[in-house]
C-alpha cells in the first residue's frame, strides 16, 4: 500500500513539473512516469538513467591549494532532493545555493569553480539559484565548468557564473522547457474503472490524466511553457549580458552544442579542462578583485594582542573585528570604495525593481523594505498574473477585429513590422518582450522569420 501511495505522488510530482531537460533525459522521464503508472518496477538501472549517476546529494564544496571553491553540481535537478536522491542521488537547488554563499563568505576561498555535469531538470528554484550566483559573483569570481553535459537548467545555473568552460568533447545547450501529460482513460476503460471528479473552477481539471487533453488543456500547458521559456531566455539573456533577441536568435531554439560549436555559437567562453577553469577562476580573481581581505592589516591606533599600550606604534588586527570607523582612519580610499560598491548596489536594486513595471504601490513598498529582486519579482508575477491573461485576450479580439478586409490579419512581412508587433504586444498585454516575441512569434512566422535572419 506504501508503495503504491509512494508511486502515486512520484508521478504527481514528474507529470506535474516543468522541465528544462535535455530532450533524450525527458524521454527518460517519461517512461519512468509511465512504469510508475503501470506498476512496474522502477528500481536499479531505470532509475539510475533517470536521476543521473551521481555519487548523491551534491557535497560540500573543496578549495584547492590556491584558494578555488569547487562546487559540484551532479545529476538531475531539483528544489529539493527527494524523489532522485533516494535512490541514485542528484543536486538541490537549495543546496547548492548554499554552498555558494558559504563559498562567497569563505575567507579561505579567493574564486569559485562549478563542477557541472547534468542535462537539466525541473524549474523551481532556479530563479533563486541564479540570483544567488550572480551575487556572489559581484564578490569572488565564479566560472562554470563542464566536461559532459551542461543544458537546460544546468546552462540556466552555470550561464549565471562570470564565465564559462567546457571541454572539447562537452555537449553544452537545449535551452528551452516542457512538460507532459498522460492520458489513462484508455487504461482505465481496460480495467473497468470509470473516475468521476468534482471540481470547482474552470482551469481546475482541464489537464486531468482520467480524459484526452483538450485543445483548451493544450492551450493552458502551452502557456505554463512559454512563460517558463521567456524566463529561461531573460535569464540567460540578463547572466550573459546579451539582448533577449540575441539569445532568441542565437541559444534559445533548444539545440545543444559540442565544445568548439558551443563556444562558436556563443554557449561557453573558453573550452578547456578543469585545470583550465580554476586558472581562469584565479586569473579573474587577481584581475577583477585584487583587493585580497583575507589577509590581516597593520592599522594604526590599535594594540596587538598580548602587548601593552606603551608598546607603541602600529599593531595588527584582523579584519574581521574591523570596525568601519577603523578602516576610514586606516585607508580612505578603501572604505571609499565599500561606499561606492554599497550605493552601486543599492542602484542596481532599485533599478531592477522599476524596470520591472509592476504596480507602484507594490513597488514603492519593495524599495522602501529593502525587498530582494528576485522575490519582488515572484511578488509582481502573482500579482500580475489574472490581468494580464485578460489583457492578452482582449488584445488578440482587437487584432482579429482591426486585422484588415474580409477579416483576414494585415500581412506583416518583414522584421520592422515584427518589432512593432512585438512592442504593441508587450504595451497591450503588459507582458515582458521575450514573451511578446514568443506570441507574436507564432501569431506571425513570417515576419518572426525575417526578423530572425536579420539578426544574424
Known sequence: MMAQIRAKRSVAALTGEVWALEPGKLIQVADFAQALIEGRETGGEMFTQVAG??????????????????????????RRLNLFSDISGGCSTELLGTYVRMASDDRAVRAIAMDINSSGGGVFGLTDLVATIRTAREVKPIVAFSPELMCSAAYWIGSAANELVCTVDAEVGSVGVACMHFDRSGKDANEGIKRTVLYAGEYKRVTSDEKPLSDKGVAYLQQKVDFYYSLFVEAVAKNRGMSVE????????????IGTEAQAAGFVHHIGNM??????????SASIYPINLTQEADMPGTTPQGAGADNGGSATLELSALTAEQLTQANPDLAAHFVAAGANDERKRCVELLEAGADSKLTIAAVKDGTDPAAFFKQALDAERSGKAAALEDFEKSMAKSAGQSGK??????????????ESHMESAKCSKGQALLAMGRKHPEAHAAWLAAQN
Open 53 to 78: 549517476d551521481s555519487i548523491g546529494a551534491v557535497k560540500p564544496y573543496v578549495v584547492t591549494e590556491d584558494g578555488v571553491a569547487v562546487i559540484s553540481v551532479e545529476g538531475v535537478i531539483a
Open 275 to 284: 585545470e583550465f577553469a580554476i586558472a581562469r577562476a584565479l586569473d579573474l
Open 246 to 257: 540575441e539569445v532568441l536568435s542565437k541559444l534559445a531554439d533548444g539545440s545543444t552544442k
Open 409 to 422: 490579419e494585415t500581412a506583416a512581412k518583414d522584421g520592422d513590422n515584427f518589432e512593432a508587433l512585438v
